[in-house]
């Protein structure tokens, strides 16, 4: 089946740091979701971004679907974005199954 | 706009017990619906999605169960709940786009 690896697993940042997730995956997919889930537990949908490039905020994301890879890019982290960050792509076949990587957990140090 | 909703947070049951979680939607129609678990640490475990009323599919044989009774709710089961079932369950629903959302999630330990 498809695998989706994440990296990297665990990542501890001083506040005002920038940073850069990645997810790769082994096979064609239809999208790909980034989602932040924070220390209580909370899952909150950052991005659907099948491909190209998308920004919110201090966030943005770029999906390079020919190149099966995506990069979360976090700018000046605040202790809040404390939490461990997932990616998760849709099949080509399936529209209501997600493969899930295991997530980097990021740490925001004041 | 859409809300879903699940409960309860927390819960703290004895092997052997029977189990319900409860998830609701609002603000939408014909939603697909999921349950996950999360065990210590990372990783989402799909365990059951449904497209539909009375259409439920399984992902991982389990002592678990689930139901759609109506459109927007989505409830989670078990008859005797064993140590393993103990984790964070979270239920979720999606669109059109397939983007999905979660609930806040409840925290079961099986003692």
């Known amino acids: 089946g498809i695998q989706v690896e994440q990296s990297p697993p665990d990542l501890i940042l001083q506040e005002g740091a920038n940073s850069t997730l990645r997810c790769n995956f082994s096979?064609?997919?239809?999208?790909l979701q980034w989602f932040h889930q924070n220390p209580w537990g909370q899952l909150i949908n950052l991005f659907y971004?099948?491909?190209?490039?998308k920004q919110n905020g201090r966030l943005s994301a770029t999906t390079v679907a020919t190149e099966r890879y995506s990069l979360l890019y976090i700018s000046s982290s605040q202790t809040t974005d404390s939490g461990v960050y997932f990616c998760?792509?849709?099949?080509?076949?399936?529209?209501?199954?997600?493969?899930w990587g295991a997530g980097t957990k990021l740490i925001i140090k004041p | 706009s859409q809300t879903i909703h699940q409960w309860p947070a927390t819960l703290v049951q004895p092997v052997g017990s029977p189990l319900s979680l409860e998830c609701t939607v609002e603000?939408?129609?014909?939603?697909?619906l999921y349950w996950y678990r999360q065990a210590a640490g990372r990783g989402l475990q799909l365990l059951f999605y449904?497209?539909?009323?009375?259409?439920i599919s399984s992902e991982v044989p389990q002592n678990l169960s689930a139901s759609r009774p109506q459109d927007r709710q989505f409830i989670l089961s078990s008859k005797k709940l064993l140590l393993s079932d103990s984790g964070f369950y979270l239920c979720?629903?999606?669109?059109?786009?397939?983007?999905?959302?979660f609930g806040e999630g409840s925290w079961l330990t099986v003692v």
């Open positions: 998760a792509v849709e099949l080509m076949d399936s529209n209501y199954q997600l493969i």
């Open positions: 603000g939408t129609s014909n939603p697909n």
């Open positions: 979720a629903w999606s669109g059109v786009e397939n983007t999905i959302y």
């Open positions: 971004i099948p491909s190209g490039t």
């Open positions: 096979d064609s997919v239809n999208n």
């Open positions: 449904s497209v539909g009323i009375g259409q």
